[in-house]
C-alpha cells in the first residue's frame, strides 16, 4: 500500500525550463510572485497568464498536472471568494440577500484574490515539477550560502534534506514491512473510528522510531568515515553555471515585471 | 612506504557504558597488498577493532599506526579515513545521496577533490565495482549486493590503499554476499590492501591471514590451513571450521587418507581426484 509514492511532483522530461539553473529558477519563482501581487487590476491578470502559458508551454509540461496542483486549494478558494464577496463592503451595491449585500467591489476582490492564489500555486507547482528535490535542495542551499557569514546553516540544512529524500523510501518501505508484521499478528489498523485508528498505529511507530534513530547512528558513523566534516572545504560534483538560457529566462521575466508596473499607465480602464 | 601498512600495539578500548575491554591489548600488523579476515562470535570486538583502524574510535591505550599515522594525531584524521576506507554491514545505512553518482561522489566532495577531476574519478570506481549501468539509479531500488558495491565503489572513488569491510556480507543474500565478497577479492587481486570482518568460515578460508578474536582479545594468528586444522580448538570460541574442513576430518576419521589443510570444495576435489588416482 505504501509502494509506488513518487518523491515532491517532480515530472522530468528535457525541456529549456528543466535545464534551468535551479537558482535562477527559484529567483524567478520570487520575481513572479511578487509580480502576482502586484498586479493592480484585473487586466493584468492576463500578463500573468500570459507568462505563465510561455512559460508552461517552454517546459513541455502537460497543462493536466499544472491544474492538479490547485486541487488541494479548492477550499481555500471557495472559502476566499465567499469572504470577499460578502464581507468587503463598498459603495456599489449589486444585489442584495437581506442577511449580506453583495457588490461591485466585493466581487472585484473574489476574482482577484482568488486569482492571486491559483496563479500563486500554478507558479511554484511549475518549478517543483521541472526541478529534481535534490537539485533545488542543491541551489537552495547555494542561495542561501551568503547567509552562512550571519551563522545561518545553509549547507547543514540542505544535507539534512538531502537525506531525508534518501530516507524516506527507505522507511516507507520499513513501515509497511512493520505494519504488515503486525497485522500478521491481528493487528487492524484499518477499522474504528480515528482515534481508535490513531491508536492502531502506536505499535507500527514505535519501532519504526527505534530504527530510525539506529540507522541515523549508523548513517552519521558511515559519513564520518567518508571525511564528511561539514561545508567547510567541500567541493561539488555538479557545477550550477549561469548560461545563456538562464539570461534569456531572467531578461524575459524582468519584461514580465515591467509591463505589471506599467499596466495603468497603457491601458484606459480599470477593474 | 613501510610493508606492514597496519600495525596495533598492545591497543586497548572500552566502551563507555561498559565494564570490560571491548579490545583487549591486542597486537597486529597487516601486510601491505595482503587479503586479512578477522573471525570472531558476536561482541567479540572485530567491529571495534576496525573502527579503531580508520580512527572512528580512538585506543584508551597503545597505539594505533595505519600506513605510518598514528590514528590519535588529529592532524591526520581525514587522511587516514581517506586511506583506510571503511564499508558497513547495513548496505541502507551508508548510503547518503539519491542517485547513485551522487553517493560515489559523497566522499570526493567532502576531501575537496576538484569538481573536474570527479566524473573520471566516479566512472572508474563504478566500472571497478560493475555497476556502470546504474548510476543514475536510486539507491533504494537496488539489490543488497548491488548497494553494497556502490558502497565499495564510493571508497574506490577516495583511492584508498586500505579496504575495511565490517561484516559487509552479514545482511545479504548468498549471491549478493557472493558478488560482494568476489569483487573485494578482484581488488585485493589488484593490490588493495583488506581486512575482511566476518563470521563466515568460507569467507575467511579464501583469504591469506586469519585472526580469531574472543572476549575482546586477539587469540590465534595464521594462515587459514593453521587456523582451521584443530577444530576442537575452534569450538572453545564458538566458532566452526569450514564445511569442507570439518568433512575432511570425518573422513579422516573414518580413514579415509586426506591430507590436512583442505578448506574448500576445490581442495576437496583435488585431494578426493588425488585419491581416486591412486587407487
Known amino acids: ?271 | 612506504m613501510s610493508d606492514e601498512i597496519i600495525v596495533l600495539k598492545d591497543v586497548c578500548y572500552k566502551y563507555e557504558e561498559s565494564s570490560h575491554n571491548a579490545v583487549d591489548h591486542v597486537s597486529m600488523t597487516v601486510r601491505r597488498g595482503e587479503m586479512t579476515a578477522v573471525l570472531g562470535r558476536n561482541g567479540s570486538g572485530k567491529s571495534t577493532l576496525v573502527k579503531l583502524i580508520n580512527g572512528l574510535i580512538l585506543p584508551d591505550s597503545g597505539t594505533v599506526l595505519t600506513d605510518g599515522m598514528d590514528t590519535q594525531d588529529d592532524e591526520h584524521v581525514w587522511d587516514i579515513r581517506q586511506r583506510a576506507g571503511m564499508v558497513f554491514q547495513n548496505p541502507d545505512n551508508q548510503l547518503v545521496a539519491t542517485v547513485v553518482r551522487e553517493d560515489v561522489a559523497f566522499g570526493l566532495e567532502n576531501t575537496g577533490v576538484p569538481s573536474t577531476d570527479m566524473p573520471e574519478r566516479i566512472d572508474a570506481a563504478l566500472k571497478a565495482v560493475n555497476m556502470t549501468d546504474f548510476a543514475e539509479r536510486a539507491p533504494h531500488l537496488l539489490s543488497g549486493g548491488q548497494k553494497q558495491r556502490v558502497a565499495i565503489a564510493g571508497i574506490l572513488a577516495m583511492r584508498p590503499d586500505i579496504m575495511l569491510f565490517d561484516e559487509a556480507t552479514a545482511m545479504l543474500d548468498p549471491r549478493g554476499r557472493k558478488e560482494v565478497f568476489e569483487t573485494v577479492r578482484q581488488l585485493n587481486r589488484e593490490g588493495m590492501t583488506v581486512v575482511w570482518i566476518t563470521h563466515f568460515m568460507e569467507e575467511a578460508a579464501q583469504c591469506e591471514t586469519v585472526h580469531i578474536m574472543h572476549d575482546g582479545g586477539l587469540v590465534l594468528s595464521g594462515t587459514p590451513q593453521e587456523v582451521f586444522s584443530d577444530r576442537e580448538r575452534l569450538q572453545n570460541w564458538r566458532l566452526d571450521v569450514p564445511p569442507m574442513a570439518a568433512l575432511a576430518q570425518h573422513l579422516r576419521a573414518a580413514g579415509v587418507g586426506l591430507p590436512e589443510g583442505i578448506l574448500s570444495i576445490d581442495d576437496m576435489t583435488r585431494e578426493v581426484e588425488a585419491l581416486a588416482a591412486h587407487l
Open chain 1, 1 to 271: 500500500m505504501l509502494n509506488n509514492i513518487t518523491l515532491g511532483q517532480y515530472y522530468p522530461l528535457k525541456s529549456v525550463v528543466h535545464a534551468l539553473d535551479p537558482r535562477v529558477k527559484i529567483l524567478l519563482l520570487i520575481a513572479y510572485i511578487a509580480g502576482v501581487f502586484i498586479v493592480p487590476d484585473l487586466t493584468g491578470f492576463v500578463l500573468v497568464v500570459l507568462y505563465l502559458a510561455l512559460a508552461c508551454k517552454l517546459s513541455k509540461l502537460p497543462f493536466r498536472l499544472l491544474i492538479k496542483g490547485l486541487k488541494p486549494l479548492r477550499f481555500i478558494l471557495i472559502f476566499t471568494c465567499i469572504l470577499n464577496l460578502f464581507f468587503t463592503g463598498g459603495e456599489t451595491p449589486l444585489l442584495n440577500l437581506g442577511f449580506a449585500t453583495l457588490t461591485r467591489e466585493g466581487l472585484i476582490n473574489a476574482v482577484r484574490y482568488s486569482l492571486r492564489l491559483i496563479f500563486l500555486v500554478l507558479g511554484s507547482s511549475l518549478l517543483t515539477l521541472t526541478t529534481a528535490p535534490v537539485t533545488l535542495t542543491d541551489g537552495l542551499e547555494r542561495l542561501l550560502s551568503p547567509l552562512k557569514v550571519l551563522h545561518f546553516p545553509a549547507h547543514e540544512m540542505a544535507m539534512m534534506m538531502t537525506i531525508a529524500l534518501r530516507f524516506i523510501p527507505t522507511l516507507l518501505e520499513e513501515a509497511d514491512k512493520i505494519m504488515k508484521a503486525q497485522s500478521a499478528r491481528g493487528a487492524d489498523f484499518e477499522s474504528g473510528r480515528l482515534f481508535e485508528r490513531a491508536k492502531a498505529m502506536v505499535p507500527l511507530l514505535v519501532p519504526l522510531f527505534v530504527s530510525a534513530f539506529r540507522r541515523a547512528g549508523d548513517l552519521a558513523m558511515a559519513m564520518e568515515a567518508r571525511c564528511y566534516h561539514g561545508g567547510e572545504g567541500r567541493t561539488r560534483l555538479h557545477i550550477l553555471k549561469v548560461e545563456k538560457r538562464d539570461w534569456i529566462a531572467i531578461l524575459i521575466t524582468a519584461v514580465f515585471i515591467a509591463l505589471v508596473i506599467l499596466e495603468p499607465h497603457f491601458v484606459p480602464w480599470h477593474l
